[in-house]
């Protein structure tokens, strides 16, 4: 689909978005000098990277092609075919399945109707080609039992907008005249694979078949001609819905115009919705305004048609049965907010009652997924940052299909019990016990200041490995920026947001706050490490140089606590949140010409026991730790800092001060950054659940600094 970015706050929307038109990106150089095997990949990759074609994860792709057995040397006919998981745009060679095309056929002997659909997806394992470890995937037969050397299976938008309208069918013969055939729904399985076969059979005129409430089969004799033959189908459906859209605004036109403090409302909404959510484990949201979600939430038809649930088994199995909708009137009221969440929670649950059969597994999260506000957007919620994106994207396109079904008919959206029995269909019940447990930190948000330093860097690196979003904030964008980036890397691009943030000033640390409440929905870990140090005797300590410290230590831990409360308690009933803050050594023992630097690391201190009474009815535990000489990876002693201190003890800055360091301590050892996060990551998660008050000294021992 077209992404009209950066839309006006104002702008009224006066015409549908049209689909996108998709042509050929065929290259013959490069196919010319690939294999069968790669062409089939080439081809694969073409079109899922093409986001006018499929979206992410759909759609599959096969070949029937002749290889070598491995048991007896004979050629033999093999099905490579995009097996189970994974996405055709970026998969590779060892993405599909391969099965012997002959026993695939053989099968059927199998197959009795309909209720054995379960049952042949356990013969699948054994038709398996050359020892090839990947699994076939349930759409396998759609392929296997079509005569044809090349089959692609896609649900682009444009497709899927004739494959759920009423008008559909109709649309299907205008466009290509008989050559695209219909079949009703059905869902994938062997079964379909056989109606599809049957169908092709008693049509041999057909170049292709419209799957109702699905998508699009079709083939070709070559790999190139598969792929345009797709491309093609899918330009046709676009320019056909395209001319019906015309110029007049889909869904009925607008009813409530973009708000202009969308974005806002959002970092308010998120966190007060986060909290109304149940579960052993907290939900990460996802904010989207793009043109889809604006034009159709706030569209004359929204509510009938978001009422209505999406089509396409694709896009239902990412984002529930139904959204929640939500009146942007009401937004401020926390009884309203709690009790739509309450009654989506009873809506899905009698869903569950009416739909479940004798076996079906027990029900899974009532909580919604999709949140609709007119005006504001789309809000999604799931266990992790990446699967809120994917299903606020899916939204996205079955908007696309709604406006394109509704502009040849009526949208026809996936039956209840169909719907149900997707959602509930034991071999996948199967699967997700398979799936291995989550890592500790899956669904939390923290926010790290001085995140692009040393103990804030090992920090976030220490809970983004463990499964945390992170906010990093920091007052060096260029640092913080590439700090972000580094991460973005190594742990995924969902997971890791950046703020400009000097923690001196309130609004710059409510904006970072409001970062972690927008991107992701809330704060459950807030780390305040972000801090300065001095040296200087007290007679030549000036105001400024006194007041520099207590700004950034003391206020700037006030501050950041300040603004992380509000969200914060939200958590009270999800299994609370932590404050961590970085104190010092020097916060407990006394310094040598560093009164200004230890008495306000001091005050840190004693503000987190204060706000440890103070947080304990909200479920916020906060806890301190006290690092001594965490010199690598510091931006505090890069500078004056280290000379300063070298000057206190009388020795040299470079080497000599590590090593006088060392041998100061009782353990004899260097305190690294990475020493440090493991504490915060402890005083972070649930492993320190019954600790609040407390603090932790990482100082490989200093007996001064003993607490007592
Ligand atoms: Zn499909």
Redesign the pocket.
Known sequence: MLRRTAMNAHTPITSALPFAVPSSRWDDEVAGRLSPAELLLYRSNLLGSDLTVTNFG???TSAKLEEVDPLNGEKVEVLWVKGSGGDIGSMKLDGFATLYQAKLLGLEAHYSGPDDDDKMVGFLPHCTFNLNGRAASI?TPLHSLLPFAHVD?V?PDAIIALAASSGGEAATQEIWGGRIGWLPWKR?GYTLGVMLRDYVKANPHVEGVMLAG??IICWADSAKACYEHTVQLIADAANYLNARLGSAPAFGGQKVAPNPDRAAIAADLMPRLRGFMTGARQKLGHFSDDAEALEFTGSADFERLAALGTSC??HFLRTKIAPLTLDPARLQDDAYLAQKVADYREMYAAYYERCKRGNSPAMRDSNPVVVLVPGVGRITFATDKTTARLAGEFYGNAINVMRGAEAIGDYIALDEQEAFDIEYWLLEEAKLQRMPAPKPLVGKIALVTGGAGGIGAASAARLLREGACVVLADRAADAVEEVRAGFARQFGKDVVRAAVCDVTDEAQVQAAIDVAAREFGGLDILVANAGIASSAPIEETTIELWNRNYDVLAQGYFLTARAAWPLMKRMKDQGGSSVVFIGSKNGVAAATNASAYASAKAAANHLARCLALEGAPHGIRVNTVNPDAVIKGSKIWDGDWRKERAGAHGIDSGKELEEHYRQRSMLKRDVLPEDIAEAVYFLGSDMSAKSTGNMINVDAGNAQAFTR
Do not use: E, F, Q, V
Request: no cysteine; net charge negative; hydrophobic share 0%.
């Open positions: 759909g759609g599959n759409d299976h649900h994938p699905h998508g088994p694709d």
